[in-house]
C-alpha cells in the first residue's frame, strides 16, 4: 500500500484537486458498474448476485485518503456525493426498469458509517 500512496504523492494527486476528483469520479462510476456486471459483463438482475467488492474497496479507500492526505472533509465528501447523485441519475434515466439502487445505498451507507467511525 505504501508504494500506491508513494506514487499518488508522485502523481501529485494530494495538490491537484482537479486530478483527485477526476480520480474519485472515476472510481466511483467503475465500483457501481463493477457490481453490477458479471465477468462476462452481463447485468446481474439477481441482488444476491451482486459483487460489493468493488464498492466496499472504494470507501476504505476514501477512508485512506481522508487520514492520508491534508484534505478538506467537507469539500471532498461533497464531491464523492455529487459524483454519486449524478452516476445514480444517469443509470436511472437510461436503465428505467433494470435500475437497481443496491449499489448506490450500499456505497452511501458505507461513506457515511466509515467516515463517522474515523472521527
Not at 472533509?73 to 436503465?95: A, C, G, N, P, Y
Amino acid at each position: 500500500m505504501n508504494f500506491f500512496f508513494r506514487d499518488f504523492v508522485q502523481l501529485g494527486i494530494e495538490k491537484d484537486p482537479k486530478m483527485l476528483y477526476t480520480f474519485c469520479n472515476v472510481m466511483v462510476r467503475t465500483s457501481i458498474e463493477l457490481a453490477q456486471v458479471t465477468r462476462e459483463g452481463e447485468l446481474r438482475l439477481n441482488n444476491n448476485a451482486l459483487d460489493y467488492r468493488f464498492i466496499d474497496s472504494f470507501i476504505k479507500l476514501v477512508i485512506v485518503l481522508l487520514g492520508s492526505f491534508d484534505l478538506n472533509k467537507h469539500e471532498f465528501m461533497s464531491k464523492i456525493f455529487e459524483f454519486i447523485k449524478v452516476k445514480l441519475d444517469e443509470d436511472h434515466s437510461s436503465l428505467q426498469l433494470r435500475f437497481n439502487q443496491k449499489p448506490y445505498y450500499r456505497m452511501l451507507m458505507n461513506i457515511l458509517t466509515a467516515v463517522n467511525m474515523s472521527e
